[in-house]
């Protein structure tokens, strides 16, 4: 079983920049496929970014396409996601995932990943 701890979150104005960073535990970390997703209050939980255990592969959604990049050390056991030009809108917790299988973008944005971090909260001032 892999343990994820997310960190970073914080207060932003809108045009900043965070990296928010995904520590895991317990086990080898680099076959996991692993994913970021949000959510904001009253909203449903949504995909935001994910990557397979190579790093060799990353989806996005089109909401922060262009505006974060997601990437992993598999030698630190981390993995991170560079947001910048932050939104108002892009305020919500931040949660990361992981999940030993990376398949196509559809299976990647479902959010069906077997184990998930408490989450980080990212506030983004206008």
């Known amino acids: 079983q892999v343990q994820l701890v997310e960190s970073g979150g914080g207060l932003v104005q809108a045009g900043g920049s965070l990296r928010l960073s995904c520590a895991a535990s317990?086990?080898?970390?680099?076959?996991?496929?692993m994913g970021w997703f949000r959510q904001a209050p009253g909203k449903e939980r949504e995909f935001v970014a994910a990557?397979?255990?190579?790093?060799?592969?990353?989806y996005y959604a089109d909401s922060v396409k262009g505006r974060s990049t997601i990437s992993r050390v598999n030698a630190k056991n981390t993995v991170y996601l560079q947001m910048d030009s932050l939104k108002p809108e892009d305020t919500a917790v931040y949660y990361c995932a992981a999940d030993p299988t990376f398949g196509p973008a559809a299976n990647m944005r479902r959010g069906e990943y077997l184990t998930w971090g408490q989450g980080t909260q990212v506030t983004v001032s206008s």
């Open positions: 317990g086990r080898t970390f680099s076959p996991f496929a």
């Open positions: 990557i397979s255990g190579s790093g060799g592969t990353t």
